[in-house]
């Protein structure tokens, strides 16, 4: 939804805050969302800590990983 643009911070925040929020799967594409709307807010530097959290939440999955990158890709590039 957020790379939709159909959700705000708002709705990340619920997210966040719903019981899956915590846990690990979810937390990474929770951050990657988070990443892009810090990106579209003009705060690149906020965006890049979500990345690099990312990162380190998403190296016991691999393939979620990539599939984040990629989904995230045509907002970075924006």
């Keep these: 939804r957020v790379l939709a643009g159909q959700a705000d911070r708002a709705e990340l925040e619920e997210a966040r805050a719903a019981p899956g929020g915590c846990l690990a ?31 380190r939440r998403s190296a016991p999955f691999p393939v979620a990983r990539h599939l984040g990158l990629r989904l995230v890709a045509d907002a970075a590039r924006e």
């Design 25 to 55: 799967w979810n937390r990474q594409f929770l951050e990657l969302a988070d990443a892009v709307l810090l990106g579209r807010k003009g705060d690149p530097a906020g965006a890049a800590r979500m990345m690099a959290s990312f990162a």
